[in-house]
């Protein structure tokens, strides 16, 4: 988790009152931060990745007014348009695709804020930004900008800038030779045939995005009064959500906000967005569900006052949710603001009116068992995310029905998994610098459509993968085999063709008549879509399909 050093007499001012030092120690444990340390000057604290909008004095204070009863409610932004365009040029479209922009005028900085400014933008850039590899963020003096801006990709030995703080004008390699955060971030422009560079109407460099700022267009000081910020990365919902947390911190010291056109002429139709929008926007609460979820009973009016101990406001059973929470996606994410309003302190214990016996889940076990087998036959355990996307399941020949996210934050992980098989590809294809033969396992959920309130069914699932020079069908059905004769599972193989397979290499894992599973060696064409040297060889089945074919689960 980030931890962020706030000035206390900042916060309090933006929260409206001063606590004593004990009641401001328990107040900030409870709104759901990790409280390290307080002093007369500072707060230092933990803030959960899942709330980027309380990285900054001005987010924080924010949050915090509200729920100690300062300011409550729902806060509302204005944003003025000021007819300022960016165009972003289709030579840009292979290595940083999207922007959102915004002006800031009628700013007081100081040396204080400017530093707060930064620590905001860094710690975007680490958790929210993902490290700049999803969102990377520029901050200008705009008074130094002719307008329009272009964001356009030019060779990287084209075009020569000074970087900030450095005393000599480089081009763009040489700045990853060079330049400390060139050096940094040389990785996520490493290969790219051109970079991408925010350009003013004057030709002037602006910047590098994602690695450095122009020393001449690029440096924030005291004297600035109005800045150019812009955000750009590979989702636009994500870029946008960026920009909401920084302009609203800034017009919370007084900034007024002004809207750009942003131009997309990349793709030849010229499409035209508006940003930064601050409107609020509504997601259906149902009380009933709070109340389950909770164990409490609560009515409409007191949902409505808890929510505005948090920021949020309530009509017509919708939760009005403000632009900068980027951590909302569930009405269950609400009901959490709801739980942490409430005061996790104010639940009241209960012993349930059940009594039980505890057993070990089976399932659980079995699943334990197996791992500790593959382990055994010289395996080694992997963890993917849960979240992928239809590429990759597209590169590894798959043809499964994902689930797509409403509301995804970013295009790699837009979809439920509904295989092992393609995380398992993309496993191998970032370790080839690793040595070889690689033979791993993973267990873990995948998904696909069903019935009930989500209409997600989930179900376990085991994968085996080896990579190598001599990979091949006999060496992955052996470590079936062994698995088998350990779990004391008799299974067949029915010869079937299958994409993502060589056709007379695969087939289908059959257990008691019923098939639980596939196996085969990995389609070449599959491996040349995850850039693999080496063959690879496959099988992946559901292990809770075994289990009701055994008899007996030794554990030990």
Same mark, same amino acid.
């Given at each position: 988790?980030?931890?962020?050093?706030?000035?206390?007499?900042?916060?309090?001012?933006?929260?409206?009152r001063?606590?004593?030092?004990?009641?401001?120690?328990?107040?900030?444990?409870?709104?759901?931060?990790?409280?390290?340390?307080?002093?007369?000057?500072?707060?230092?604290?933990?803030v959960?990745?899942?709330?980027?909008?309380?990285?900054?004095?001005?987010?924080?204070?924010?949050?915090?007014?509200?729920?100690?009863?300062?300011?409550?409610?729902?806060?509302?932004?204005?944003?003025?348009?000021?007819?300022?365009?960016?165009?972003?040029?289709?030579?840009?479209?292979?290595?940083?695709p999207?922007?959102?922009?915004?002006?800031?005028k009628?700013?007081?900085?100081?040396?204080?804020?400017?530093?707060?400014?930064?620590?905001?933008?860094?710690?975007?850039?680490?958790?929210?930004?993902?490290?700049?590899?999803?969102?990377?963020?520029?901050?200008?003096?705009?008074?130094?900008?002719?307008?329009?801006?272009?964001?356009?990709?030019?060779?990287?030995?084209?075009?020569?800038?000074?970087?900030?703080?450095?005393?000599?004008?480089?081009?763009?390699?040489?700045?990853?030779e060079?330049?400390?955060?060139?050096?940094?971030?040389?990785?996520?422009?490493?290969?790219?045939?051109?970079?991408?560079?925010f350009?003013?109407?004057a030709?002037?460099?602006?910047?590098m995005?994602?690695v450095?700022?122009?020393?001449?267009?690029?440096?924030v000081?005291?004297?600035?009064?109005?800045?150019?910020?812009?955000?750009?990365?590979?989702? /636009?919902?994500?870029?946008?959500?960026?920009?909401?947390?920084?302009?609203?911190?800034?017009?919370?010291?007084?900034?007024?906000?002004?809207?750009?056109?942003?131009?997309?002429?990349?793709?030849?139709?010229?499409?035209?967005?508006?940003?930064?929008c601050?409107?609020?926007?509504?997601?259906?609460l149902?009380?009933?569900?709070?109340?389950?979820? /909770?164990?409490?009973?609560?009515k409409?009016?007191?949902?409505?006052?808890?929510?505005?101990?948090?920021?949020?406001?309530?009509?017509?059973?919708?939760?009005?949710?403000?632009?900068?929470?980027?951590?909302i996606?569930?009405?269950?994410?609400i009901?959490?603001?709801?739980?942490?309003s409430?005061?996790?302190?104010?639940?009241?214990?209960?012993?349930?009116?059940?009594?039980?016996?505890?057993?070990?889940?089976?399932?659980?076990?079995?699943?334990?068992?197996?791992?500790e087998?593959?382990v055994?036959?010289?395996?080694?355990?992997?963890?993917?995310?849960? /979240?992928?996307?239809?590429?990759?399941?597209?590169?590894?020949?798959?043809?499964?029905? /994902?689930?797509?996210?409403?509301?995804?934050?970013?295009?790699?992980?837009?979809?439920?998994?509904?295989?092992?098989?393609?995380?398992?590809?993309?496993?191998?294809s970032?370790?080839?610098?690793?040595?070889?033969?690689?033979?791993?396992?993973?267990?873990?959920?995948?998904?696909?459509?069903?019935?009930?309130?989500?209409?997600?069914?989930?179900?376990?699932?085991?994968?085996?993968?080896?990579?190598?020079?001599?990979?091949?069908?006999?060496?992955?059905?052996?470590?079936?085999?062994?698995?088998?004769?350990?779990?004391?599972?008799?299974?067949?193989?029915?010869?079937?063709?299958?994409?993502?397979?060589?056709?007379?290499?695969?087939?289908?894992?059959?257990?008691?008549?019923?098939?639980?599973?596939?196996?085969?060696?990995?389609?070449?064409?599959?491996?040349?879509?995850?850039?693999?040297?080496?063959?690879?060889?496959?099988?992946?089945?559901?292990?809770?399909?075994?289990l009701?074919?055994?008899?007996?689960l030794?554990?030990?």
């Open positions: 988790m980030p931890t962020i050093n706030l000035n206390r007499v900042e916060v309090e001012k933006l929260a409206g001063k606590l004593p030092e004990d009641k401001l120690k328990d107040r900030i444990s409870m709104l759901g931060t990790d409280l390290e340390s307080v002093n007369s000057k500072e707060i230092i604290v933990e959960f990745p899942n709330r980027p909008d309380m990285l900054s004095e001005q987010g924080f204070g924010r949050a915090f007014s509200a729920f100690i009863g300062g300011k409550t409610g729902l806060r509302e932004y204005c944003v003025k348009r000021s007819g300022e365009r960016v165009i972003i040029e289709a030579s840009v479209k292979e290595v940083r999207y922007t959102a922009c915004a002006i800031i009628n700013l007081k900085l100081d040396d204080e804020r400017i530093k707060q400014l930064m620590q905001l933008q860094e710690k975007l850039h680490v958790t929210f930004g993902r490290n700049r590899k999803k969102a990377a963020i520029g901050v200008y003096p705009l008074e130094r900008i002719k307008m329009p801006i272009y964001f356009r990709g030019i060779n990287p030995k084209g075009i020569k800038f000074r970087p900030l703080e450095y005393n000599k004008e480089l081009n763009g390699l040489e700045i990853l060079l330049h400390p955060k060139g050096r940094e971030f040389a990785q996520l422009l490493k290969g790219k045939k051109v970079f991408p560079y350009i003013d109407a030709g002037k460099v602006l910047s995005p994602p450095i700022n122009s020393d001449d267009t690029g440096k000081d005291a004297g600035t009064r109005e800045v150019f910020i812009e955000c750009s990365g590979f989702d /636009l919902n994500v870029l946008k959500q960026c920009l909401n947390i920084l302009v609203t911190a800034l017009a919370d010291i007084g900034g007024e906000v002004y809207s750009m056109e942003i131009i997309d002429g990349k793709r030849g139709n010229c499409k035209k967005t508006i940003t930064p601050l409107k609020p926007w509504r997601l259906k149902d009380v009933d569900y709070v109340n389950k979820v /909770l164990g409490l009973s609560l409409e009016n007191e949902i409505k006052k808890l929510l505005a101990g948090m920021g949020l406001g309530y009509e017509k059973k919708h939760a009005v949710i403000p632009a900068y929470r980027a951590d996606l569930h009405q269950v994410d009901i959490e603001d709801i739980a942490i409430y005061g996790y302190e104010n639940f009241k214990e209960e012993i349930p009116r059940i009594s039980t016996i505890a057993s070990e889940n089976k399932a659980r076990l079995l699943r334990e068992k197996i791992g087998v593959l055994g036959l010289g395996l080694i355990e992997t963890a993917s995310y849960s /979240l992928s996307n239809k590429a990759c399941d597209k590169k590894s020949l798959l043809n499964n029905e /994902l689930i797509e996210l409403e509301n995804a934050l970013n295009q790699d992980y837009s979809c439920l998994r509904g295989s092992l098989i393609p995380g398992m590809l993309r496993v191998f970032e370790n080839k610098h690793n040595d070889y033969p690689q033979r791993v396992f993973e267990i873990g959920a995948v998904f696909s459509k069903g019935d009930g309130e989500t209409g997600v069914c989930e179900k376990n699932s085991l994968c085996v993968g080896i990579t190598g020079v001599n990979a091949n069908f006999t060496e992955v059905k052996g470590v079936l085999d062994g698995m088998s004769r350990v779990l004391g599972i008799d299974y067949s193989l029915k010869d079937e063709a299958l994409s993502c397979f060589i056709v007379g290499r695969c087939g289908r894992i059959i257990v008691n008549g019923k098939p639980i599973g596939v196996i085969g060696e990995v389609n070449p064409e599959a491996l040349v879509n995850f850039k693999l040297d080496y063959p690879a060889v496959i099988f992946e089945l559901n292990p809770d399909l075994m009701k074919e055994l008899k007996e030794k554990t030990k």
